[in-house]
């Protein structure tokens, strides 16, 4: 009887030593799984805070180009959101900011709320992007015209508006071309009209930047597109540029068809990874806190010490 009872015992200690390892190397390959998406978790959160901060940098520096243009420029000018480059930067880097911020901060301190409003303002900007695209390829001549509309503004405020003259002066330069359409163009602003009465010195000519500079010249003269609406074209060829701009940027467009399609596609790949990775992270998060509670629920053990530790009892 001593010893059928000692059998049993020993054969209960094997039983008890093998249920023993089988929980342990359960619980094992359990913490394995977990540790390896724990590694993904932190892969996603670091990736999309990268792509963020990335953002938030650009941003920063446009608003802060943007003021420090705003502060420079006179006060007495007028600024209009179309036609100034500013007002423009300082606006789109703030939406930026905004954006990034939400971006940054859900995916740094885990806010589902914070990466939610993020992947609905990516999704919305996404949207309008892809509209965009598609109504400016069917409406093509509604965009040409828009757009010449504008640049004919900003030809008028072009003594009026420093930071425009600029930008203006860098495009003709860049591009090698000179007003709208024409070298012409430039008689729709008042200091460069082509009228008997105007008493301006540039009446009749053209800014500077239109000008071609030849290879031994050592001093630029700034004056070098005096009276040059005056000439015929085959004349001012040899004096400036008359090729106008939004030519210029029509033709340029579809010489680099490829390049240009490559950025595009690129950004829109970006918005595409970056909506894929907060998306991914705040499943993961609602996956975690779902297992959570449902161990919770399953566990009386563990209700039971909550209810025990709680500031009621």
């Known amino acids: 009887m001593h010893q059928f009872l000692r059998q049993a015992k020993t054969c209960q200690d094997v039983l008890s030593k093998n249920s023993g390892e089988r929980k342990f190397r359960r619980g094992k390959v359990l913490l394995d799984k977990f540790c390896e998406r724990m590694k993904g978790y932190r892969r996603i959160k670091y990736s999309l805070f990268a792509c963020c901060y990335m953002f938030s940098v650009t941003s920063t520096v446009l608003v802060a180009v943007g003021i420090y243009s705003k502060i420079a420029k006179e006060k007495d000018v007028v600024d ?28 740094l301190r885990n806010g589902t709320w914070l990466l939610r409003m993020f992947l609905g303002i990516l999704v919305a900007i996404l949207l309008l992007q892809i509209v965009a695209a598609v109504l400016g390829f069917v409406f093509s001549d509604m965009v040409l015209e828009r757009t010449e509309k504008l640049m004919r503004k900003a030809i008028i405020r072009y003594r009026e508006d420093l930071d425009l003259e600029n930008v203006i002066d860098f495009v003709q330069k860049k591009l090698q071309c000179c007003g709208v359409h024409s070298y012409k ?8 009209e ?18 071609l500079q030849l290879r031994n010249e050592t001093i630029f003269n ?23 701009c939004l030519d210029r940027i029509v033709w340029w467009g579809k010489r680099n068809l490829f390049l240009v399609g490559g950025l595009t596609g ?7 990874c970056m909506l894929s990775l907060a998306a991914a992270q705040v499943y993961i998060i609602n996956y975690v806190q779902m297992k959570k509670t449902r161990n919770c629920s399953l566990d009386p053990s563990f209700s039971r010490e909550r209810q025990n530790s709680s500031p009621e009892r």
């Open 185 to 192: 163009d430039w008689s729709y602003n008042i200091y460069f």
């Open 222 to 244: 700034t004056m070098c597109g005096y009276k040059v609406q005056d000439l015929e074209e085959t004349t001012a060829q040899g004096r400036v540029y008359t090729t106008g």
């Open 266 to 272: 690129g950004l829109l790949l970006l918005e595409i």
């Open 194 to 211: 082509c009228l008997d009465g105007n008493p301006s010195q540039e009446a009749c000519g053209v800014p500077f930047s239109c000008c």
């Open 80 to 107: 209009t959101l179309t036609i100034d480059p500013a007002l423009l930067l300082i606006i789109v880097g703030s939406l930026m900011l905004l954006i990034t911020f939400f971006g940054c901060f859900g995916a």
